[in-house]
């Protein structure tokens, strides 16, 4: 039997010791090609000519495959002869090359599986089962009042709330004094739900960095602007983004909120309507809704939206910027406090026009760009000017019961 003719090619090898111009799709099998086997580097061919442009047929092989054929000893070996020193720091560098490949695949395999979305059923549900006995003993559901504020009160003021609704308003209050816990897995979820459902992405963020400013947190941590409403104030928002009905305006209000001009901290702007939320259900301001419809948090959940839905509708049609921040807060929560009922009616409205497929009323088009909010000049004359400018987003604090204080960003 006549021993068969054995062809070597040697091939300059490119970077990590393959040819950048090899480019074929056959698979590999520990290493080596199913067409041509690899030996320290070298491609031996059995009387087989190979036209692809001098290239052997490759893909990409496991990094461990190529350490056992002996590549990257090879690549040090061969070719010019280099000094020892020179070969020692060429494969320590080698080395640690596919030691950072080897560091970054499991990173993709953990992208391939996000955490999964949380209803805000399920959230809440989670608190429900979850014993929050320490936290209910700090709690104030309503506002204490003494003389004759008692008396007018009691003899004018609105009903109120049922017995058996008590536990359920208790519960929401209780919700706000949590804190965000990362070892809990509901809160992690819910704190991805919202960075999903609002950028439009996927895969998960991280817990700490600058993308959270991007969705309207001051700083890398979302957990340090929820003084003062605690975990109710994402619970507002995951309830705004999961809902199928108020998802769109919330997107729309986040649109808004990254506009040239008109631009405000999406995430902190839902603290703060959430805080007023709370402040009106304080005062009793919804017991009567909450006693006709048998229940507290599906009222105070639409109530929030409400309630920023009225602050958009006024940011956007009298465009508003920054500046003007603290005035509208305060404007709307005046106006929310005294007039808790044509605010849902309003929303009602509103989310019928929307399914009914027209613009709802308070609705403008989008506001041109570089166009200054309208009052600045006239408040900067009487004085209020600089206090306008000097407005800013500081953080969650717990507002004043007395109605009359000045209402602030938080």
Known sequence: MEEEDIEVTFHLEGQNGLSPECKSSEETTNGLSNQ?????????????????????RLTSLPISALKQNGILQSLVAGGDQTKPAEENEELEKARKEWEALENIQPALAEDSNPTPIISFNEALQYFQTTDLGDLLKNIQPTIRRTGLAAITHFLFGPPRLHRELSEERDLVFAIAQCHVDNSQTVHMRVLQTIYKRLVGCRIDCPRFG???????????????????????????????????????????????????????????????????????LREEALSKECNRRQQVV?????????????????????????????????????????????????????????????????????????????????????????????????????????????????
């Open 210 to 280: 600058t993308h959270w400013e991007n969705i309207g947190f001051q700083g890398i941590d979302p957990a340090t602007d929820l003084r003062g409403t605690g975990f109710l104030g994402l619970m507002h928002t995951l309830y705004f983004v999961m809902d199928p009905e108020t998802l769109p305006l919330a997107r729309d209000i986040y649109k808004l909120s990254q506009h040239a001009t008109q631009n405000f901290p999406f995430s902190v702007m839902s603290i703060n309507m959430t805080r007023i939320a709370l402040q009106v």
């Open 36 to 56: 041509k086997p690899l030996m320290n580097g070298l491609i031996i061919s059995h009387n087989v000519q190979d036209n692809t442009i001098g290239c052997s």
């Open 298 to 410: 599906g009222v105070l959940n639409e109530f929030y939206v409400a309630t920023y839905l009225h602050l958009y509708q006024l940011w956007k049609s009298q465009q508003k910027t920054i500046a003007d921040s603290g005035f509208v807060i305060k404007e709307v929560e005046l106006f929310a406090k005294k007039n808790p009922k044509q605010m849902l009616r309003r929303l009602e409205v509103f989310l019928k026009e929307r399914r009914a497929g027209g613009v709802p009323r308070g609705t403008s088009p989008e506001p041109p760009a570089q166009q200054p909010s309208p009052g600045l000049e006239e408040r900067a004359a009487s004085g209020q000017g600089s206090q306008a400018k000097e407005m800013h987003f500081t953080g969650v604090c717990e507002l004043p019961s007395d109605t009359e204080r000045d209402a602030r960003l938080i």
